[in-house]
């Protein structure tokens, strides 16, 4: 081994896991100073981190379980991050319609508390009761950017028109939208960037503590190929799998556990014409969003049902289609059909077992374990949610601190991510300078490449003058000069990752188009290094 490679292989930190709270982890550290390793056995945000919602929200239902520290940081993150990143954030309105009949099986701490236990008030939210969560909402983060709660009736405002007509009222309150899969990638990205070594299709398959350092084996997914690499502190980020890493790779004791719950979405054809999305009620209790997804689509979603291994690979069962069909059927004037879905996809959420009665109730919340043991400490990430990926990262870098000496202090909250560095509000002026620029560009292409790479559009497509510079069309607007960026860049490999987690082109390719782009990518990746 080279002295360049053997130095390479000596690392501050190791992360194992490259979702959103590795990968944003890795960010951290680097900009600290550190050396930082990172691993991830798929594509990153190939899990969890690709499944979400994809909002960036507080919680307005975790106020009902008295999580107050939660949903303020939450709150307080929503307008940080939607400034480091205002090409894949935005700014969405939320549509909730209120239905003075409906009543609700499940009982949570508030209802009980507030005495909802009796007999005609079981279950009920009363909007007063409502008005007072949102007016939480609104201050408990210190909302500085984004509009407050209003009132909408729903009889002569644009969001009700596709809304049964039983729903007169609703109340209208912001939360932001973001690219969940493409957010994992910048933050890995930019930790590559400051230093950190970022490697995909690459499993742990030991770690080992032996004289006060780490000793991690990694296998090469691809080629089957196998290494070691040293550590002096081994970052346990690998979500469903957190216990699995624990029990049968690092080989630690630990009483923290995680409850998979499936979180299933279904993506329809467009179902209404305004940019607004709806926060649905159903009769258990449990709360629907129906979101603007990708111009032509609607994305309704989620579940929340016990998943019992973390190497069960999650799918939207028959019966979750049919739940998310017919709670959102019940607030539309068309009822949605089985025709209307086009796509599928489910994700499992690692939450903190915290004992709760249900999937549903259980926190949302990070805990962060260290196990020190033998001087050559373990920090395990349990829970978490995509809002306050950040800030996990800072509280998790609070811990490596106190064991691995030379990190600088915080820096990551007025750090654009790469592509972000333009205003809130500039997505409008960048599109129109990309069409300014590159005048093959149609105003729908242009709208997705600079909600995709904001300033480094100019990058993605150089010195292109007419459409031919950018090669092989290989479908919609999908060019090969961008999936060659996506390849050198974005850490792409395979078709899903272009298709389904660095885009979401894959409503829109056919097979053959698919398979085109398959068969370039393999004559791409034939000479390229190894991935590790």
Same mark, same amino acid.
């Given at each position: 081994?080279?002295?360049?490679?053997?130095?390479?292989?000596?690392?501050?930190?190791?992360?194992?896991?490259?979702?959103?709270?590795?990968?944003?982890?890795?960010?951290?550290?680097?900009?600290?100073?550190?050396?930082?390793?990172?691993?991830? %056995?798929?594509?990153?945000?190939?899990?969890?981190?690709?499944?979400?919602?994809?909002?960036?929200?507080?919680?307005?239902?975790?106020?009902?379980?008295?999580?107050?520290?939660?949903?303020?940081?939450?709150?307080?993150?929503?307008?940080? &991050?939607?400034?480091?990143?205002?090409?894949?954030?935005?700014? %969405?309105?939320?549509?909730?319609?209120?239905?003075?009949?409906?009543?609700?099986?499940?009982?949570?701490?508030?209802?009980?508390?507030?005495?909802?236990? %009796?007999?005609?008030?079981?279950?009920?939210?009363?909007?007063?009761?409502?008005?007072?969560?949102?007016?939480?909402?609104?201050?408990?983060?210190?909302?500085?950017?984004?509009?407050?709660?209003?009132?909408?009736?729903?009889?002569?405002?644009?969001?009700?028109?596709?809304?049964?007509?039983?729903?007169?009222?609703?109340?209208?309150?912001?939360?932001?939208?973001?690219?969940?899969?493409?957010?994992?990638?910048?933050?890995?990205?930019?930790?590559?960037?400051?230093?950190?070594?970022?490697?995909?299709?690459?499993?742990?398959?030991?770690?080992?503590?032996?004289?006060?350092?780490?000793?991690?084996?990694?296998?090469?997914?691809?080629?089957?190929?196998?290494?070691?690499?040293?550590?002096?502190?081994?970052?346990?980020?690998?979500?469903?799998?957190? *216990?699995?890493?624990?029990?049968?790779?690092?080989?630690?004791?630990?009483?923290?556990?995680?409850?998979?719950?499936?979180?299933?979405?279904?993506?329809?054809?467009?179902?209404?014409?305004?940019?607004?999305?709806?926060?649905?009620?159903?009769?258990?209790?449990?709360?629907?969003?129906?979101?603007?997804?990708?111009?032509?689509?609607?994305?309704?979603?989620?579940?929340?049902?016990?998943?019992?291994?973390?190497?069960?690979?999650?799918?939207?069962?028959?019966?979750?289609?049919?739940?998310?069909?017919?709670?959102?059927?019940?607030?539309? *004037?068309?009822?949605?059909?089985?025709?209307?879905?086009?796509?599928?996809?489910?994700?499992?959420?690692?939450?903190?077992?915290?004992?709760?009665?249900?999937?549903?109730?259980?926190?949302?919340?990070?805990?962060?374990?260290?196990?020190?043991?033998?001087?050559?400490?373990?920090?395990?990430?349990?829970?978490?949610?995509?809002?306050?990926?950040?800030?996990?990262?800072?509280?998790?870098?609070? *811990?490596?601190?106190?064991?691995?000496?030379?990190?600088?202090?915080?820096?990551?909250?007025?750090?654009? &991510?790469?592509?972000?560095?333009?205003?809130?509000?500039?997505?409008?002026?960048?599109?129109?300078?990309?069409?300014?620029?590159?005048?093959?560009?149609?105003?729908?292409?242009?709208?997705?490449?600079?909600?995709?790479?904001?300033?480094?559009?100019?990058?993605?497509?150089?010195?292109?003058?007419? &459409?031919?510079?950018?090669?092989?069309?290989?479908?919609?607007?999908?060019?090969?000069?961008?999936?060659?960026?996506?390849?050198?860049?974005?850490?792409?490999?395979?078709?899903?990752?272009?298709?389904?987690?660095?885009?979401?082109?894959?409503?829109?390719?056919?097979?053959?188009?698919?398979?085109?782009?398959?068969?370039? %990518? *393999?004559?791409?990746?034939?000479?390229?290094?190894?991935?590790?």
């Amino acid at each position: 081994m080279s002295e360049k490679r053997s130095q390479r292989e000596i690392f501050d930190v190791f992360i194992i896991g490259g979702g959103i709270n590795g990968c944003g982890i890795a960010r951290d550290a680097a900009g600290r100073g550190l050396k930082v390793g990172l691993a991830e %056995m798929g594509d990153l945000a190939s899990a969890t981190s690709s499944a979400s919602t994809k909002l960036f929200h507080g919680g307005l239902r975790y106020l009902e379980y008295f999580e107050l520290r939660l949903v303020r940081e939450a709150l307080i993150e929503r307008e940080v &991050l939607l400034q480091a990143m205002p090409h894949i954030s935005w700014p %969405m309105r939320f549509v909730l319609p209120y239905h003075p009949d409906m009543r609700f099986d499940r009982q949570t701490p508030a209802s009980r508390l507030l005495g909802w236990t %009796m007999p005609w008030t079981r279950g009920q939210r009363p909007s007063w009761m409502i008005r007072s969560g949102l007016f939480m909402y609104d201050h408990l983060g210190g909302r500085k950017i984004l509009p407050g709660t209003t009132s909408v009736d729903l009889r002569n405002d644009p969001a009700g028109v596709p809304i049964n007509d039983k729903f007169t009222k609703a109340y209208e309150y912001s939360d932001c939208w973001v690219e969940d899969a493409r957010l994992v990638v910048l933050n890995a990205r930019d930790a590559e960037a400051r230093g950190a070594h970022i490697m995909v299709r690459t499993k742990v398959t030991r770690a080992v503590r032996d004289a006060g350092v780490w000793k991690i084996t990694l296998q090469n997914s691809e080629t089957g190929a196998s290494r070691q690499v040293q550590a002096s502190m081994l970052v346990n980020a690998a979500g469903p799998w957190v *216990k699995d890493v624990l029990e049968e790779i690092a080989h630690a004791d630990t009483r923290e556990s995680v409850r998979l719950v499936r979180g299933s979405h279904i993506v329809t054809r467009k179902l209404f014409d305004h940019d607004k999305c709806y926060f649905f009620q159903g009769p258990d209790g449990r709360i629907v969003f129906a979101i603007p997804y990708e111009s032509d689509f609607t994305l309704i979603g989620t579940t929340d049902l016990e998943h019992d291994r973390a190497d069960t690979k999650p799918v939207c069962t028959e019966e979750e289609k049919a739940y998310l069909i017919q709670l959102a059927s019940d607030y539309f *004037k068309r009822p949605i059909t089985e025709e209307d879905v086009v796509w599928t996809y489910s994700g499992v959420r690692p939450l903190y077992d915290d004992g709760a009665s249900s999937a549903t109730a259980a926190t949302r919340d990070y805990v962060l374990k260290v196990d020190s043991d033998g001087d050559a400490p373990l920090l395990s990430i349990f829970g978490g949610k995509i809002t306050t990926y950040r800030k996990l990262a800072e509280a998790a870098l609070e *811990k490596i601190s106190a064991h691995v000496p030379g990190a600088t202090g915080k820096w990551t909250a007025g750090a654009p &991510l790469p592509g972000g560095n333009f205003p809130v509000d500039g997505v409008p002026a960048l599109i129109a300078k990309a069409q300014a620029d590159y005048p093959f560009l149609d105003a729908a292409w242009a709208k997705r490449l600079v909600r995709a790479y904001g300033t480094e559009l100019w990058q993605v497509l150089g010195d292109a003058v007419e &459409l031919s510079d950018l090669g092989v069309l290989f479908g919609y607007n999908l060019t090969e000069r961008e999936v060659a960026w996506l390849m050198d860049k974005e850490f792409a490999r395979t078709t899903d990752d272009v298709l389904w987690r660095r885009s979401k082109l894959g409503l829109r390719l056919d097979a053959e188009q698919v398979a085109a782009l398959d068969k370039f %990518m *393999k004559g791409v990746r034939g000479g390229a290094p190894d991935a590790a």
